[in-house]
């Protein structure tokens, strides 16, 4: 099954965000369909903070050696794509797409000392621009296009939520990302006011598989929390080494 039909089985797609080549091999151990990549935590892994700090170049670098090393569907959190400029940006889209890459998430805000919303027409006009150039030169690579409106925890998010995901649907967009989202009555809301695939991300109070299956999302996303885990995970198993002066915890 193609990445474009995982979206419309009768199950979410759960995406395995990974961020380097053993986190890949895991996933694909374990039979996940697909993987995606966490910009923040390949940004975490090199140094930087999450909000295009590291230069696509090094995203790049990290997306071919995934690439390289795994066989599942590879989507990549390309942020707000590493540039403002639509061609710069379908650039950065044709340059992973030779990568083998299927899919790419895009959103709708940007960090510049703190995150925060690019407005909503300027946003999807971008989106349509870069997906008149992918059509232009036939390239297919699947737009989930995220709004942080919930994120970010914005006045009248749900209301504004329904409106960028019109605005972004008319653009192009293949599918809708949008993290933050907890609360059932608000996935409901999301779900029913687009024909789109909706993809939500792990949260405290995300409700359970089954329960978003029958809400009709489509896409579920571990985000980087799997990632942090991980480091917290190490940095209490390296204390009690530490602490009891031997290796045996380990065994």
Known sequence: MD???LHQDHKPLLIANVWDVASA????ELNFQALGTSSS???SLLGYQDGEEMSFLELHYMV??????SNLPLSVDLESGYSRDSKDIANHLKALKDLGVVGVNLEDSIVAKKRSLVEAERFSNLISEVTKILRKENIEIFLNIRTDTFLLNIPNKLEETKRR?????????NGIFVP????????KEVVDCSKLPINVMCMPNLPDFDVLSGLGVKRISMGNFIFEDMYQQFKLRTAEILNQQSFKSLF
Do not use: V
């Not at 071919?64 to 090393?69: E, L, M, S």
């Not at 995901?165 to 967009?173: N, R, S, T």
């Not at 933050?180 to 996935?187: A, M, P, Q």
């Open 3 to 5: 990445f474009t039909n």
């Open 25 to 28: 091999k895991i996933a694909e």
């Open 41 to 43: 935590a390949i940004a």
């Open 64 to 69: 071919k050696r995934i690439a390289c090393c």
């Open 165 to 173: 995901i019109q605005l972004y649907e008319q653009a192009g967009a």
């Open 180 to 187: 933050g989202i907890e609360e059932l009555s608000d996935i």
